[in-house]
Nanobody
Framework: QVQLVESGGGLVQPGGSLRLSCAATGFTLSNYAIGWFRQAPGKEHEGVSCISGGDGTSADPVKGRFTIFRDNAKNTIYLQMNSLKPEDTAVYYC????????????????????WGQGTQVTVSS
């Protein structure tokens, strides 16, 4: 049974940093596309970052501030978030697809089959 469990969310001041973690069980992360989405109140899911066979892909609003990376030995992915802004406030979801992309990866929610329960990130002074 596939499970994705996120951790690391919380309250941080603007300009601060957080690192989100997603531990996977039931499958091997390195064999599939994995990533992070977020959902702010009243808004749809938004793709943040993903990674598959190549380097990670990030959405324009977070480029240069967020970095996705994985530890294959721990079967865990991470999202390092720096220079956080109030507009980054959202519930962040770890996602995984039953597909592998040698180059790039999609930032479309319909491409992902498994979703974690989400972790709240609040950026506020």
């Amino acid at each position: 049974q596939v499970q994705l469990v996120e951790s690391g969310g919380g309250l941080v001041q603007p300009g601060g940093s957080l690192r989100l973690s997603c531990a996977a069980t039931g499958f091997t992360l390195s064999n599939y596309a994995i990533g992070w989405f977020r959902q702010a109140p009243g808004k749809e899911h938004e793709g943040v970052s993903c990674i598959s066979g190549g380097d990670g892909t990030s959405a324009d609003p977070v480029k240069g501030r967020f970095t996705i990376f994985r530890d294959n030995a721990k079967n865990t992915i991470y999202l390092q978030m720096n220079s956080l802004k109030p507009e980054d406030t959202a519930v962040y979801y770890c996602v995984a697809a039953t597909a592998y992309y040698p180059v790039g990866c999609p930032l479309r929610d319909y491409a992902y089959d498994y979703w974690g329960q989400g972790t709240q990130v609040t950026v506020s002074s």
